[in-house]
C-alpha cells in the first residue's frame, strides 16, 4: 500500500500526524510525507520517507488589518497555492493508492480531486457536521468583503484547475474526506455521538516519542508539579510570570514554566526557587509528570494534558482556543478559562487553590485519559485507515 501525507506546515500540525503515519510504516505501508526541510529530522525520526516541501506562509496572502476571521480562508488558500505546483508532480509519478491530508492543508485536497484518488482527512482539531461545525461560530461576512472576494476568486480558480467544491469557507471547514481521523475523543467533540463510525474514527491524542526526549528530568523531591505554557506565539508575556511566582514561591510544591525564545529569565523578576523555568520543554514527558498544567488551551496541547489525565487552567489567546478551553469547563476537566485581559494575581492564585483542592477536576481528566488510552491512539488510528482502504 502505497500513502501521500501532505501536512499544513506548522509544528502542532505535524506533531499530531506523526505518530499515526509512523505506525502505518511500522504495518508495511510505503508513505511519502511532504513537509518543509526544517521538519526531516522529525518525519525521519518516525521512520517515514520525508518528502521537501515549501515553507509557505499562507498569512502572507492576507491583507485583513486586524480582522483575522475575515481572512482565514486566504490563509489556508494561499498555503495551498504555494506548495501544490511542487507536490503535485510528485504524486504523479509516484502514483499512491490514496492521500492522508491534514484537514486544512488544502493542497491534499486539490491533489487528490485531481489525480481521483480517495481522501483521508486528519483533523488537527474539529471536524463537521450537520449537527456541529467550528466556523458556524464565528461573523459571517459578504462577498463584497474585500479579503473574503479575493478568496472566493482564488477557490474559483482552484476549482477550475483541480476539480472538487469551491473552496469557501464552509468548505474549508466543514469539508470531510472519504475518511476521516479526528485527535480528539468522541466524549469532548461537539456533538460527538451523532458522528457516524464509517466514516469518522476518534482517535484522541497522537503520542509517540519524540526528538527531545530525555532533555527533561521530574525533580526528584516528589513534590505534585505545576506546569505552564501559554503556547510558542504567546510566551511573550511577561506580566504573566511576574503575577504568578508570587502565588506559587511560598507553596510546596514545584513549578516549571515553558516561557519560549523571546524572553529570558532576567525578564522575569527574582525568580523563586521551587521555580524552574526553561525556554523550552519537552512537553508530552512533562506532561506524564504533571499534576496541574496553566495552558493556551491549544487543541494539541489540551489533549496530550488530558491523555495524561492532568487538569487544566486555561488562559486562551484566539477563537478557537477559547472555544476550546469553554469545552474544558463544561466537561469539567478545567476549573475556569480567561482571557489575557481577565489574568491578575488573585485569580492564578484562586484557580490554582482550585485544582490543587478540588479532586473532581483530575478524576475527570483522567475518565477522558481513560478513553483516548483503550478506544483511540496512534495505532488504533493506522489500523482504522488501512481497514478502510482494504474495503
Request: glycine fraction near 8%; hydrophobic fraction near 45%; proline fraction near 7%.
Amino acid at each position: 500500500m502505497k500513502l501521500a501525507y501532505i501536512p499544513m506546515g506548522a509544528t502542532g500540525h505535524i506533531l499530531a500526524s506523526l505518530p499515526m503515519v509512523g505506525e502505518l510504516v511500522k504495518k508495511g505501508a510505503e508513505v511519502l510525507y511532504f513537509a518543509p526541510e526544517q521538519y526531516r529530522g522529525q518525519v525521519e525520526q518516525a521512520g517515514v520517507k520525508h518528502v521537501p516541501m515549501p515553507v509557505v506562509a499562507g498569512q502572507d496572502s492576507v491583507d485583513a488589518g486586524d480582522d483575522f476571521l475575515a481572512g482565514i480562508p486566504m490563509v489556508f488558500l494561499g498555503e495551498a497555492l504555494g506548495v501544490i505546483d511542487s507536490i503535485l508532480p510528485v504524486l504523479e509519478a509516484d502514483k499512491p493508492d490514496a492521500i492522508i491530508a491534514d484537514a486544512v492543508a488544502v493542497a491534499g485536497r486539490l491533489a487528490a480531486w485531481k489525480l481521483n484518488l480517495p481522501l483521508i482527512m486528519m483533523f488537527t482539531s474539529y471536524t463537521a457536521n450537520e449537527h456541529f461545525a467550528i466556523d458556524r461560530f464565528w461573523p459571517v461576512y459578504p462577498d463584497t468583503n474585500p479579503v473574503r472576494a479575493k478568496a472566493l476568486e482564488v477557490a474559483r480558480g482552484l476549482q477550475e484547475k483541480f476539480g472538487g467544491p469551491l473552496l469557501t469557507c464552509t468548505e474549508i471547514f466543514e469539508g470531510i474526506g472519504d475518511y476521516n481521523i479526528v485527535t480528539q475523543p468522541k466524549s469532548f467533540h461537539p456533538a460527538g455521538d451523532t458522528f457516524d463510525d464509517e466514516r469518522f474514527f476518534f482517535a484522541g491524542a497522537q503520542i509517540a516519542p519524540r526528538a527531545e526526549s530525555g532533555t527533561w528530568q521530574p525533580p526528584a523531591n516528589g513534590k505534585p508539579l505545576l506546569y505552564t505554557s501559554l503556547g510558542s506565539l504567546f510566551n511573550n508575556w511577561p506580566e504573566f510570570y511576574q503575577m504568578l511566582f508570587p502565588v506559587v514561591k511560598d507553596l510546596d510544591i514545584n513549578v516549571l514554566c515553558s516561557i519560549g525564545k523571546v524572553l529570558k529569565p532576567e525578564d522575569l523578576g527574582e525568580i523563586p526557587e521551587n521555580v524552574q523555568v526553561m525556554a523550552f520543554t519537552p512537553q508530552l514527558e512533562v506532561l506524564e509528570h504533571t499534576d496541574y498544567f496553566f495552558t493556551h488551551a491549544g487543541t494539541g496541547s489540551a489533549m496530550e494534558a488530558l491523555y495524561y489525565g492532568v487538569p487544566c487552567f486555561c488562559i486562551p489567546q484566539m477563537d478557537e482556543q477559547v472555544f476550546t478551553a469553554g469545552r474544558m469547563v463544561e466537561l469539567g476537566v478545567a476549573c475556569a478559562s480567561l482571557t489575557k485581559p481577565e489574568v491578575t494575581q488573585e485569580a492564578l492564585r484562586e484557580n490554582l487553590k482550585r485544582l490543587i483542592s478540588d479532586d473532581s477536576f483530575k478524576k475527570n481528566a483522567q475518565a477522558m485519559a481513560e478513553e483516548m488510552h483503550t478506544k483511540g491512539g496512534c495505532e488504533r488510528a493506522a489500523q482504522a485507515v488501512i481497514d478502510f482502504l482494504s474495503k
